[in-house]
């Protein structure tokens, strides 16, 4: 079985640009989450999603920070108009149930630089 | 949501030996609490995960223990091998913000010495 699939793995862009990052889950799970990881910290969550919908946002950036979980197709985070601070490792995970008790899958990241 | 905190950032170890890494949380209502690793370049892996009704929980070469009158969470690794070497973060699920994310700590890196 394929695990969570994230790409690209490494993403390069200038300020100003925009960044997309693209999450497909696990066979089976519609539970979908985004972090976001500095150098040498731990994980911050930034959003949950299911199948179009949002659950929880509360750890995104208010400005130029969106996500989404079409019905079909991956989830994507997307970053408008990025700034060197946005330089940082994004992780997704999914899940197959809702709730707090459940074991969350990592994908391997994408590492996004900010020139 | 709280903070989950570890008392070391850096572990090392000889080959062979048994490796603890420890993990403090403050959060008395968090009821779910999963280890990772993370080796360089990737993403989290799941090692193993205990629920509050639980204090202790073994698996392959790894044990979880779980002290929740001092809020303290610690992962035993036996017999440690240079595989191991990695950073391990501490995740807990806190019921009450209604929130389906994990709060990670800082992580601790393991070093084996062959």
């Known amino acids: ?115 | 949501g709280e903070s989950v905190g570890l008392h070391l950032p850096t572990l090392s170890v000889q080959e062979g030996d048994n490796s603890i890494i420890n993990c403090a949380y403050s959060n008395s209502a968090s009821d779910y609490f999963i280890w990772y690793k993370q080796e360089s370049g990737k993403g989290p892996q799941f090692i193993i995960d205990i629920r509050s009704n639980m204090d202790k929980r073994q698996g392959q070469r790894v044990t979880v223990l779980l002290n929740k009158t001092v809020k303290h969470l610690s992962l035993q690794i036996a017999a440690t091998q240079p595989g191991d070497s990695a950073v391990y973060f501490c995740a807990e699920n806190e019921p009450s913000t209604g929130a389906n994310n994990l709060f990670f700590g800082t992580g601790t890196r393991l070093t084996v010495i062959p």
Request: contains cysteine.
């Open chain 1, 1 to 115: 079985n394929a695990g969570v699939m994230q790409n690209p793995r490494h993403l390069v862009r200038r300020r100003g640009q925009e960044a997309r990052l693209r999450c497909s889950p696990m066979k089976g799970h519609s539970h979908v989450y985004w972090y976001r990881q500095l150098p040498e910290e731990g994980l911050k969550f930034m959003v949950y999603l299911q199948k179009e919908n949002i659950i929880d946002e509360s750890g995104m950036p208010k400005e130029r920070f969106s996500a989404e979980f079409p019905k079909e197709g991956p989830s994507i985070l997307r970053i408008q108009q990025v700034v060197r601070g946005d330089s940082a490792a994004y992780f997704c995970a999914s899940s197959p149930l809702a709730g707090g008790q459940n074991i969350q899958y990592f994908g391997a990241g994408t590492r996004l630089s900010v020139l």
